[in-house]
């Protein structure tokens, strides 16, 4: 059994920085292409950034590829979403998940965590 537990999400004031975690288990996922996205009420999951394997590529969304940085370590069954700058817009629901290669549609990932709440705030 696959699980995926997210963390770090908080509340944060605008321009500000953080960085959620993904840990692994119940199976090694280092040869899956791991993503994260977020989900805003009333919204549907929107891709934000994934990462092959081996973390030798990666993907973003262009609302985020210059504020967002994916990266991961399979000897620590962990994968990071570092974010900085943040917005009011960027308050949402996170998730990773883990999928056979990186793509865009949260279709395409066959397991997901629980999600982390990022609250961007005064």
Known sequence: ???????????VQPGGSL????????RTLSEAAMGWFRQAPAEGREFLAAIRWNGGRTL????VKDRFTISRDNAR???????SSLKAEDAAVYYCAAG???RRNPDDYVYWGQGTQVTVYW
């Not at 059994?1 to 509340?11: H, K």
């Not at 069954?77 to 974010?83: A, I, K, P, Q, S």
């Open 19 to 26: 960085r959620l975690s993904c840990a692994t288990s119940g």
């Open 60 to 63: 973003y969304s262009d609302s």
């Open 100 to 102: 056979s290669d990186m």
């Open 77 to 83: 069954n962990t994968v990071w979403l570092e974010m």
């Open 1 to 11: 059994q696959v699980q995926l537990v997210e963390s770090g999400g908080r509340l």
